[in-house]
């Protein structure tokens, strides 16, 4: 999986509890995203990074922040989860931006999410 | 509204046999396009990509084509092998946005 990692693999928790998830990656890519992945819908991005402290929304932001603070670590928190969220959460790293000709991303190996 | 459309959402096919995936995007402006397969319980991962100059691109037993005249594109898997079960997704690119399609669930029984 391209030295991304994603922690905790899989995780249950309540409706209303903070969960924060970690994507660490050892490629020293500059830009890194959130998608969730939901059956039925192809893989939708929460937030992306294109720099450390630098991040923006993506088509499904709302109920979801992130933060990164080094380059190899992009966290994606929920701040009060609801059972909408429940989902598998992919990270994914790339060279260059969407918008480059080449903007191959590689995907982290997975979280999956349930929120009673 | 760019949107990733894949057909057929899933195929059952016997061991050693072709097929042929679909995608039609409406995505604009175009960049690039390309094919990834997800084995269940994994991330995606590349098989091919395919900018706006380039029809066809091969990887092993995968073939690629794309019009971006008609903004279709298939997949063409030769020869298939039970490794090859797994969904396989359309991810177009252009401007700013990049737009994933839903997959199609392709099962290879012996």
């Known amino acids: 999986d391209a030295g991304i990692t994603q922690s905790p693999r899989h995780k249950v928790t309540e409706t209303g509890t903070p969960v924060t998830l970690r994507c660490h990656q050892t490629?020293?890519?500059?830009?890194m995203y959130w998608y969730r992945q939901d059956p039925g819908h192809g893989l939708r991005l929460i937030h992306y990074?294109?720099?450390?402290?630098?991040?923006d929304k993506g088509e499904v932001s709302d109920g979801y922040s992130v933060s990164r603070s080094k380059t190899e670590d992009f966290l994606l928190t929920l701040e009060s989860a609801t059972s909408s969220q429940t989902s598998v959460y992919f990270c994914?790293?790339?060279?260059?931006?969407?918008?480059?000709?080449?903007?191959?991303?590689?995907f982290g190996p997975g979280t999956r999410l349930t929120v009673l | 509204k760019n949107q990733v459309e894949q057909s057929p959402q899933s195929l059952i096919i016997l061991e050693g046999k072709n097929c042929t995936l679909q995608?039609?995007?409406?995505?604009?402006?175009?960049?690039?396009l390309r094919w990834y397969k997800q084995d269940t319980g994994r991330g995606p991962v590349s098989l091919t990509i395919?900018?706006?100059?380039?029809n066809t691109k091969s990887n092993g037993r995968y073939t690629a084509t794309l019009d971006a005249d008609t903004k279709q594109s298939s997949l063409h898997i030769t020869a298939s092998q039970l490794s090859d079960s797994a969904s396989y997704i359309c991810?177009?690119?252009?401007?700013?946005?990049?737009?994933f399609g839903a997959g199609t669930r392709l099962t290879v029984k012996p």
């Open positions: 395919m900018t706006f100059s380039e």
């Open positions: 990074s294109y720099g450390v402290k630098d991040t």
């Open positions: 991810v177009v690119s252009g401007g700013n946005d990049m737009r």
């Open positions: 995608c039609n995007y409406t995505v604009s402006p175009f960049s690039n």
């Open positions: 490629e020293n890519h500059r830009y």
């Open positions: 994914a790293i790339s060279l260059i931006g969407t918008s480059g000709d080449y903007n191959e991303q590689f």
